[in-house]
């Protein structure tokens, strides 16, 4: 009872809550895809290596973390029935602390998008805007079970490749690597869908109605696999048409067939081995991401 009222009755968050709050484990995805961005561009780093370096920090520290803050704030009420656990309910980020630290990281996203020029810096507005739109009222993209896990899947995957490689080389990027870039976009609505099973039970509570909610834990890991399959094929017989034949390709489909293998674990029952899935598949997934920007910078710089 000491301990609750403690938490209660804080001024100011905790730090190892803060940090919690903007869960660090999700940064890697938009870190990762503006990586492979940069690496698609078909330039060499060079004296860029820092601006590669900022654009990483910023897709994933500020402007993931400050998604996640947000998304925390404005679903403090679900996590009161999912994770009461969490910063936000359970007293460790108290009063308005946690829309304080959303709106300060906003600001600083701002920002450091100066720093990344005209592409960069529209690249975060866009982002900024997105992460409030998924979480916030009126929009609040997440009640949806298609089109938030779109968003999100737009923002974490296909926004940073495109960024990454428009802010490298200081232009739009070549249409191939838009096309590839959306792809994978698509592809993440599968992988979004599947992190919803853990929130399922306060998702149907609060009437937000994510695909496990609405289709059912079955049908929706079904439609999420698919979902995830299907890109990444096309993907594979865009480098044959504009490659041809190549390791790359290979590689590519040797991680689908993966996948396919643990997608088939996964729907023996989705609910319970979603998680283990993301801790599989998904690496696969995103691995195949990494070979195919190798592949369209071999492609953009004519090797």
């Avoid at 803060?18 to 961005?37: D, N, Q, V």
């Avoid at 600083?108 to 916030?136: D, E, K, P, R």
């Avoid at 792809?183 to 009437?207: P, S, V």
């Amino acid at each position: 009872m000491t301990v609750l009222q403690d938490l209660h009755s804080r001024q100011v968050p905790n730090l190892f809550a803060a940090l919690e709050l903007i869960k660090p484990i999700t940064w890697f995805p938009p870190m990762w895809a503006y990586t492979c961005g940069a690496v698609s561009a078909g330039v060499g780093f060079g004296s860029q290596l820092w601006i590669v370096f900022l654009g990483v920090f910023l897709a994933g520290p500020v402007v993931c973390g400050m998604s996640q803050a947000a998304n925390d704030w404005c679903d403090r009420h679900v996590d009161a029935i999912n994770q009461p656990e969490r910063p936000i309910p359970s007293g460790r980020i108290p009063g308005k602390w946690g829309l304080w630290i959303a709106l300060i990281m906003t600001s600083i996203s701002l920002i450091m998008g100066t720093c990344l020029g005209v592409w960069g810096f529209t690249a975060t507005v866009v982002a900024v805007m997105a992460a409030w739109a998924y979480s916030a009222e009126p929009l609040r993209f997440k009640k949806s079970g298609w089109w938030g896990p779109g968003l999100v899947g737009l923002c974490y995957e296909g926004l940073p490749w495109f960024t990454g490689a428009a802010v490298i080389s200081a232009s739009m990027p070549s249409t191939k690597v838009i096309i590839v870039a959306t792809l994978y976009a698509i592809g993440a609505h599968g992988i979004m869908t599947l992190n919803d099973f853990k929130a399922l039970e306060g998702d149907r509570q609060t009437g937000i109605r994510s695909l496990p909610v609405v289709l059912g834990p079955r049908l929706a890991g079904l439609v999420a696999c698919i979902t995830m399959a299907i890109p990444q094929f096309i993907v594979v017989l865009l480098l044959y048409i504009w490659i041809g034949p190549s390791l790359y390709g290979i590689v590519i489909s040797a991680l689908i067939l993966g996948q396919v293998w643990a997608m088939q674990v996964m729907m023996s029952d989705p609910k319970e081995k979603a998680p283990w899935y993301n801790a599989t598949g998904v690496t696969m997934y995103v691995s195949g991401m990494m070979v195919c920007a190798f592949a369209l910078r071999a492609l953009e710089a004519g090797l």
